[in-house]
């Protein structure tokens, strides 16, 4: 997070309202100068761990949040997002019934500042030459990725302020690793003014 004290009390709830609870919650703020500490406070004691100090960019937030992790799989929710209902009792389910499977993606929604649905997106599932020939289709907090490989491929670019979700995926994919996709909607993207991948919504 950084100045979306406007929205981030929806993201931590959309955490905190989900019907599975075997989850570490960690909050990276980047000094915010708005409302956003005064929220992370107000759920502080339903937070696992919680910061607020000048960062090099998302990349570094990211690296350090899921360096605090002692789960088997990870994944990220931007501040001004949500998670949508039920969300991570669908994921754990998959899991547990591929338990082979290291790396899984869902569906995302698009939608308004006034909560209005503007887009549903379905990704495909993976297909080898789809993916030697064209992009991944994979949208950022819609990927669930074990920490095996998080921590084996190296973590995020901290020298990348955009792709860097992309670049993941494409170390992934080169190492040898293939997604599931998991057919429901998982992510809610909030397309904003501010919001750094409204252009594509």
Known sequence: NYNHGIFIEDAIKSVL????KNYELFVVDAKSTDNSVEVIKKYECK???????VDTGQSNAFNKGFSRANGK???WLNADDILLPNSLKKAADEIEKNKSVEWFVANTISFDVNGLITKCVNGPSWHR????NAPITVYGP??????K??????????????????D??????NAGYCFKRIHFYFWGLRVHEDSKTSHAF
């Open 47 to 53: 937070i696992d761990w919680w910061v607020s100090e």
């Open 149 to 166: 490989i998080f921590d084996e491929l190296g973590c995020f670019d901290e020298s990348l302020n955009y792709c860097m979700d992309t």
């Open 17 to 20: 309202n989900q019907s599975f």
């Open 73 to 75: 799989f990870l994944l």
């Open 129 to 132: 030459f789809l993916f030697k």
């Open 142 to 147: 819609t990927s669930i990725f074990s920490k």
């Open 168 to 173: 993941l995926w494409y170390r992934f994919k």
